[in-house]
């Protein structure tokens, strides 16, 4: 895993300036501390920082092809680079170095841009073709590796992280008020805008070329839902998922250096180990995380299981509200844009505990995605399907949920309850977008109104990113609409980008191999009953699972990544919370009404679960500080 950058003046008189590819670098130094690489030839300029993970010795970059008419920048893994070698040997290509990475170089002079769908892994790479004086960017198919870019009227500029970009002086840091607001929306920014006005991301599954000014960009994988009524009959889906996980994990534990595995004490966590331990040439080393707080869910006790069980070297670490409150500027800094993850503050120190022991690190995250392993699939699969056989009752049913609601334990019925009276396109925008959120319920008063003035123009909706899924997969079933949607704007916009920011923040690859397109497009075609059965969630992925996974963990009733930051935020930090959205930089920034501000805090220390809303404007303040006004930011 490295860092990449770049930039294309359009003009071909205007040289590129090999200063300022090394200033991007820089910006972008933690994604590679091993090396540091340029290549610069008139207008183009490409950049690489490098962490080295395959070909120690010699896999250094930019990378080119036999004559140098090609020149390679590239982020990531491909797995399937040792088959690719071969087939391109036997079609007469010379390899100078044993890398993943010179793959790519000589796939592009064999293929084209057809060869990308050709690469199984994560990645993220800049070409250069000297010949035809064109520019290529490409994207992996999920979005596990990021790219942005900004296409001014002069040039094409950029790079892994947005700081790189900046680093051009033609870039101007400036917040998009419609990207806020699909903020304010989703907890993050889904689609290919930023918060940052005019710097976009290539989309997952997309590639872009530039030539002669010209910036065209096509996409070349989409996910594709089967239609559940053109299932196989008696099909072994079962030994075909599990020759299919001990592949995909075998494929990513590829490496020169030590691979170790994050344990979150889950199903899915578990089940990598599972695999990896039959694949390492040694002993494994597995990292959690637990907190000090007694109000939270301590997994530490399952994690210690699954590496009991599977003999690894574990480590641990706890992290305390202090830990949390010290690392918030530096979490800004890493991610770039505010997006509302609590947890990824966990997921930075635990990744510094890893990166003392290894340089590359699996993960389960995927599972849930792949298979349908959340909870309110579940809610909403069965919601929807009693909508459609008691239409007629729609409305005494959902007057019945919100009186049994307000008994104890019943919240869930009073918040589904008014989703009875919707259509499902309507109010399913993801994972994120809950209608009855407090942003979405109290937005007109929160906003002032010269902001609202701002995003309300036009036929602009915030759900237009979801909105566009949902159309796409009209014609598919409730489940896999769900699925579609949150597979094409959660998963890469907001789970993905920060497993990436934060683990590169400790110069640590983190591989995701239940994230493979392979396992993605399985789960894609696999019959609904397979993946939620009656109440059951992942119902195959379990079943597969039951011989390797610990009955503790395989039958226990799902967390997540529980992070207290709601008690955090309530008790420990709510004074730096309390300063930060109270004073007068940020009431003068107008974009929110203090009186409401100042009611939401309240309402949040009174009991009121409003952690996250709490949360994500403090990271929205403390981007503006960041990356607006240029400051460094401490919380007291």
């Known amino acids: 895993m490295c860092g990449i950058c770049g930039k294309l003046n359009y003009d071909r008189n205007r040289p590129v300036l090999p200063s300022l590819i090394h200033t991007m670098m820089s910006e972008i130094a933690h994604r590679g501390p091993d090396d540091t690489g340029l290549f610069v030839n008139s207008n183009v300029g490409l950049g690489h920082t490098r962490l080295s993970i395959i070909d120690l010795d010699s896999g250094k970059q930019p990378i080119s092809n036999e004559d140098g008419s090609i020149w390679l920048v590239f982020n990531g893994e491909i797995y399937n680079y040792q088959e690719l070698t071969a087939l391109l040997v036997s ?72 700081k790189a970009i900046l680093a051009d002086e033609s870039v101007s840091a400036e917040m998009d008020p419609l990207a806020m607001d699909q903020f304010l929306t989703y907890l993050y920014v889904p689609g290919e805008r930023t918060l940052f006005k005019g710097i976009s991301k290539l989309p997952p599954g997309h590639y872009m070329t530039v030539t002669d000014g010209h910036v065209c960009v096509k996409q070349y994988w989409d996910i594709e839902f089967s239609d559940e009524n053109t299932q196989r009959k008696n099909h072994d889906y079962a030994a075909e998922l599990e020759q299919l996980l001990s592949t995909s994990v075998r494929d990513h534990m590829i490496s020169d250096v030590p691979v170790g595995v994050l344990l979150s004490g889950g199903v899915d966590s578990t089940a990598v180990l599972s695999y990896a331990v039959e694949h390492a040439p040694e002993r494994m080393s597995t990292f959690t995380v637990g907190f000090d707080d007694p109000s939270c869910v301590d997994e530490r006790p399952y994690a210690r299981l699954a590496a009991q069980k599977y003999g690894s070297k574990h480590y641990e670490t706890t992290i305390t509200a202090k830990d949390f409150l010290d690392f918030l500027p530096r979490y800004v800094w890493h991610m770039e844009e505010p997006v509302c ?43 929807e399907t009693l909508k459609r056989r008691i239409s007629p009752l729609t409305s005494g049913i959902a007057t019945m949920m919100s009186s049994v609601g307000q008994l104890p334990g019943m919240g869930k019925f009073r918040k589904y309850a008014p989703l009875m009276k919707l259509p499902f396109e309507s109010y399913y925008h993801g994972r994120t977008a809950d209608p009855h959120r407090f942003f979405a319920r109290r937005k007109r008063d929160l906003c002032s109104g010269a902001f609202l003035e701002r995003i309300h123009s036009g036929e602009w909706s915030p759900e237009c990113v979801s909105s566009e899924y949902l159309r796409k997969s009209r014609t598919r079933g409730v489940l896999n609409r769900m699925l579609y949607v949150d597979t094409k704007t959660w998963l890469p916009d907001d789970l993905l980008i920060k497993a990436d920011k934060i683990t590169m923040a400790n110069s640590l690859e983190l591989r995701v191999p239940l994230l493979d397109h392979r396992v993605l497009e399985f789960g894609a075609r696999l ?70 501000v100042e009611s939401l805090l309240s309402s949040n220390s009174a009991g009121m679960e409003l952690g996250k809303e709490v949360f994500s404007l403090a990271v929205l303040e403390l981007w503006h500080r960041t990356f607006v006004d240029r400051e460094q930011v401490l919380l007291a």
């Open 341 to 383: 993850e609590p947890p990824a503050i966990a997921l930075y120190y635990v990744s510094k505990l890893a990166r003392e022991h290894v340089t590359v690190l699996l993960s389960g995250e995927g599972g849930d995605e792949a298979f349908a392993g959340y909870q309110n699939y579940r809610n909403v699969f069965w919601l």
């Open 527 to 596: 019959p609904r009953e397979h993946k939620l059965r009656g109440w059951t969630t992942k119902y195959l992925l379990k079943k597969v699972l039951s011989p390797r996974v610990p009955g503790e963990i395989l039958d226990r009733k799902k967390t997540g990544f529980p992070v207290p930051f709601q008690s955090w935020i309530r008790r420990d930090c709510s004074t730096a919370f309390w300063d930060l959205l109270t004073d007068r930089k940020t009431v003068e920034r107008g974009l929110f009404n203090r009186k409401e």
């Open 91 to 162: 079609k007469g290509h010379k390899f100078r170095t044993k890398s993943d990475t010179e793959v790519i170089a000589h796939l592009y002079e064999e293929y084209g841009e057809e060869g990308i769908s050709k690469l199984w892994g994560m990645f993220a790479f800049a070409l250069w073709d000297q010949r035809q004086q064109k520019l290529l960017l490409a994207r992996d198919r999920v979005g596990i590796k990021p790219l942005y870019y900004v296409n001014t009227r002069d040039a094409l500029i950029f790079g892994s992280e947005i």
